[in-house]
């Protein structure tokens, strides 16, 4: 086996320790949010989501599970191509405990609560974040050609 394969096995065992670790947080907190609490303008208390982002659409649990199965299907197709690499796993672990939540549950748990902003949950900030960073990456380097 050459270096390369090598690098590449090390890298993709890292990948996918980072997206279980990302699942596994976003799991744990939706299990451990059970009542309601309050930190200044930052409400914690479990809601059922049967639509997307923001509460749209909601009663559409299958239509969603058909899209972020294929979202994730070509997240890991194009996975070499977005920077940092790092990304994608995020991405995908979050994903999955959302698709999870979707499953098992017939709905995603949402928790987090934020002044009049949506009630979201850990895999939506994870989400959010990483297609900022992906986008602001894309943008300098844009700007640099």
């Known amino acids: ?3 390369n394969t090598k690098n590449q096995i090390k890298n993709a065992g890292k990948g996918f320790l ?5 699942f ?3 799991q744990i907190t939706k299990y451990l949010i059970t009542d309601t609490y309050t930190f200044g303008g930052i409400t914690l ?3 059922k989501n049967t639509g997307g982002a923001l509460g749209l659409f909601q009663g559409t649990n299958t239509v969603f599970i058909i899209v972020m199965v294929l979202v994730i299907g ?6 070499h191509n977005l920077k940092p690499s790092w990304i994608v796993p995020v991405i995908i672990g979050a994903g999955l405990g ?6 098992v549950f017939g709905h995603v748990r949402d ?5 009049s902003f949506p009630i979201f949950n850990v895999a ?4 959010t974040c990483s297609v900022l960073i992906i986008i602001w990456r894309e943008y300098q380097n844009s700007s640099k050609s």
């Open 18 to 22: 980072l997206g279980l670790l990302v």
């Open 98 to 103: 959302n698709l999870f939540d979707r499953i």
């Open 111 to 115: 928790f987090i609560s934020i002044m």
């Open 24 to 26: 596994l947080l976003d």
């Open 74 to 79: 070509l997240l890991y197709r194009i996975r």
């Open 124 to 127: 939506d900030a994870v989400i």
């Open 45 to 47: 208390t479990p809601v």
């Open 1 to 3: 086996m050459n270096q």
